[in-house]
């Protein structure tokens, strides 16, 4: 690594704000990245080898959540790491810059449209339950939206990016897996507008509309009855859901929001300050969805306690006398 001077932030003659250096990302990067990573994996063991944990429907969004946030540090994040830490791809193939440009696109929007659908799932879980009392309604209640929103995102981001109808021009300085749009795009406007709007604005919304109504209904349901529908049961569902909310509201929102305003024509002399900065942070939305669903684990703080505590006390032997 650089020297320790490196880790400031810089500006530059044509910009009117603060930039980071190339080495303040990389430490912005790596250090939640690994935190994360082990977050996951902490997250994980709990929810998939504890059966009651595995089984509860309103784990399934939160585990898919996790497990494409994992890949996506493992791959994307350590490639960007790599890039500003070393100012080329850690491979110089085309072949890899479309699986990065894939990675970053496929993974990150599938996650968004996944969770704008646990807000609504929410609502069902909560107070229509009736809805999945069997199987055959647990299936298409529950199952298949999740199978075909994570077959939508994979297969559609497949086509567009690994079956262009126009020309791939590599280059190894150029940071394809962040800054990079598939090359359809400049040949086929409407695909760039229908992938702002379907994949990343409309569930946008669904996460702020569809998040604040579950708590004014919550609210006004504990205010009417005096208690919300079984709460000491329901309170983790919420709590987790709208922790998450929040995650999305501060790191995904403005970034979707300037990013689709500057696709539709907007000038990007406009705002370019929030542009950068939610750029940025933007993969901070993958970094804290493991910590905010691991504080809605049973006995949290115990797990905790049992995780980092390393002075145990000796328990006294005592031996028969004769």
Same mark, same amino acid.
């Given at each position: 690594?650089?020297?320790?001077?490196?880790?400031?932030?810089?500006?530059?003659?044509?910009?009117? !704000? #603060? &930039? !980071?250096?190339?080495?303040?990302?990389?430490?912005?990067?790596?250090?939640?990245?690994?935190?994360?990573?082990?977050?996951?994996?902490?997250?994980? +063991?709990? !929810?998939?080898? &504890?059966?009651? #944990?595995?089984?509860?429907?309103?784990? /399934?969004?939160?585990?898919?959540?996790?497990?494409?946030?994992?890949?996506?540090?493992?791959?994307?994040?350590?490639?960007?790491?790599?890039?500003?830490?070393?100012?080329?791809?850690?491979?110089?193939?085309?072949?890899?810059? =479309?699986?990065?440009?894939? @990675?970053? %696109?496929?993974?990150?929007?599938?996650?968004?449209?996944?969770?704008?659908?646990? *807000?609504?799932?929410?609502?069902?879980?909560? %107070?229509?339950?009736?809805? =999945?009392?069997?199987? $055959?309604?647990?299936?298409?209640?529950?199952?298949?939206?999740? @199978?075909?929103?994570?077959?939508?995102?994979?297969?559609?981001?497949?086509?567009?990016?690994?079956?262009?109808?126009?020309?791939? *021009?590599?280059?190894?300085? /150029? #940071?394809?897996?962040?800054?990079?749009?598939?090359?359809?795009?400049? %040949?086929?406007?409407?695909?760039?507008?229908?992938?702002?709007?379907?994949?990343?604005?409309?569930? *946008?919304?669904?996460?702020?509309?569809?998040?604040?109504? =579950?708590?004014?209904?919550?609210?006004?349901?504990?205010?009417?009855?005096?208690?919300?529908?079984?709460?000491? $049961?329901?309170?983790?569902? @919420?709590?987790?859901?709208?922790?998450?909310? #929040? @995650?999305? %509201?501060?790191? !995904?929102?403005?970034?979707?929001?300037?990013?689709?305003? +500057?696709?539709?024509?907007?000038?990007?002399?406009?705002?370019?300050?929030?542009?950068?900065?939610?750029?940025?942070?933007?993969?901070?939305?993958?970094?804290?969805?493991?910590?905010?669903?691991?504080?809605?684990?049973?006995?949290?703080?115990?797990?905790?306690?049992?995780?980092?505590?390393?002075?145990?006390?000796?328990?006294?032997?005592?031996?028969?006398? *004769?």
């Amino acid at each position: 690594m650089s020297n320790v001077s490196n880790i400031t932030i810089v500006t530059t003659t044509t910009s009117s !704000f #603060l &930039k !980071f250096s190339s080495t303040a990302r990389v430490w912005i990067y790596l250090i939640p990245n690994v935190l994360s990573i082990c977050c996951s994996i902490f997250v994980l +063991y709990h !929810f998939l080898f &504890k059966r009651t #944990l595995r089984q509860a429907l309103n784990n /399934h969004v939160i585990i898919i959540l996790i497990i494409i946030g994992l890949i996506y540090e493992l791959t994307d994040v350590f490639w960007l790491i790599h890039y500003y830490h070393f100012h080329f791809a850690l491979f110089s193939t085309p072949a890899f810059a =479309l699986i990065w440009m894939y @990675i970053d %696109f496929a993974f990150e929007i599938t996650q968004v449209m996944l969770f704008a659908w646990a *807000t609504i799932e929410r609502h069902i879980l909560i %107070f229509h339950s009736g809805w =999945l009392s069997t199987k $055959k309604k647990r299936f298409f209640v529950h199952y298949l939206p999740i @199978i075909i929103i994570i077959t939508y995102g994979m297969v559609y981001y497949g086509v567009i990016i690994f079956f262009p109808l126009c020309s791939f *021009t590599f280059d190894n300085t /150029h #940071l394809y897996g962040v800054t990079g749009n598939p090359c359809i795009y400049k %040949f086929i406007p409407f695909i760039a507008k229908w992938d702002w709007i379907v994949n990343q604005i409309i569930p *946008t919304v669904i996460i702020i509309i569809f998040s604040l109504a =579950l708590l004014i209904r919550v609210l006004l349901q504990k205010h009417r009855l005096h208690r919300s529908i079984n709460w000491k $049961k329901q309170r983790k569902m @919420i709590i987790q859901l709208i922790s998450i909310s #929040l @995650i999305y %509201f501060i790191f !995904f929102i403005p970034y979707t929001l300037i990013s689709a305003a +500057y696709t539709f024509g907007l000038s990007r002399t406009f705002a370019p300050a929030l542009a950068y900065y939610s750029g940025v942070f933007l993969f901070y939305m993958i970094f804290l969805v493991p910590f905010a669903a691991c504080t809605t684990l049973p006995d949290f703080k115990t797990k905790i306690k049992q995780l980092f505590c390393c002075n145990y006390r000796r328990q006294r032997v005592v031996h028969p006398t *004769t």
